[in-house]
T-cell receptor
């Protein structure tokens, strides 16, 4: 089925470990986003990309890096995980022409101990 | 900058009760407004939207009207069902700048009891 796929769905990390979250979309969307969801705070934008090879910082970028080497994939990296990065991470995408409906992935639940 | 303020939850209702979840916003220009729903263990799904003042978005019995004079976009449903139990997010996008990102409210947890 067409949509946004996130892997992994769950992960537990120790403080200081690194990992990469993968977001893949098969809708040929230009724009892709990484959000984090924390209780009582809604979703906050970490990084985004307006096209292949581009990335930009969002509201809460510290401690994360991203890459968009292929149009369909948007990777979120944690170089040295911290307990404050325990959260649920969502990827989303929209096409070039302004689209009012973002497509979201099902999320990655990350726990850093 | 943009911001969205939602009614704090959690909200617990009995089946067939009337639902209102308040949402107000601050934004420059003329934003588009959205309600997203998140069912347990799932991602966010678009529930309804409105793109200009006085527009009414509707879907699955839910409605919300874009009120520019009060900067509000309250979500309503006349008769809730147990299956409506979820977290509801109000959001806006005024497509300012290159990011086109959504700005979300903090979410309202709704539980409907049989």
């Amino acid at each position: 089925n067409a949509g946004v796929t996130q892997t992994p769905k769950f992960r537990v990390l120790k403080t200081g470990q690194s990992m990469t979250l993968l977001c893949a979309q098969d809708m040929n969307h230009e724009y892709m986003y990484w959000y984090r969801q924390d209780p009582g705070m809604g979703l906050r934008l970490i990084h985004y990309s307006v096209g292949e090879g581009t990335t930009a910082k969002g509201e809460v970028p510290d401690g994360y890096n991203v890459s968009r080497l292929k149009k369909q994939n948007f990777l979120l990296g944690l170089e040295s995980a911290a307990p404050s990065q325990t959260s649920v991470y969502f990827c989303a995408s929209i096409p070039q022409v302004p689209s009012y409906g973002y497509t979201f992935g099902s999320g990655t639940r990350l726990t850093v101990v | 900058g943009n911001s969205v303020t939602q009614m704090e939850g959690p909200v617990t209702l009995s089946e067939e009760a009337f639902l209102t979840i308040n949402c107000t916003y601050t934004a420059t220009g003329y934003p588009s407004l959205f309600w997203y729903v998140q069912y347990p263990g799932e991602g966010l799904q678009l529930l309804l939207k409105a793109t200009k003042a006085d527009d009414k978005g509707s879907n699955k019995g839910f409605e919300a009207t874009y009120r520019k004079e009060t900067t509000s976009f309250h979500l309503e449903k006349g008769s809730v069902q147990v299956s409506d139990s979820a977290v509801y997010f109000c959001a806006l996008n005024n497509y300012a700048g290159s990011a086109r990102q959504l700005t979300f409210g903090s979410g309202t947890q709704l539980t409907v009891l049989p």
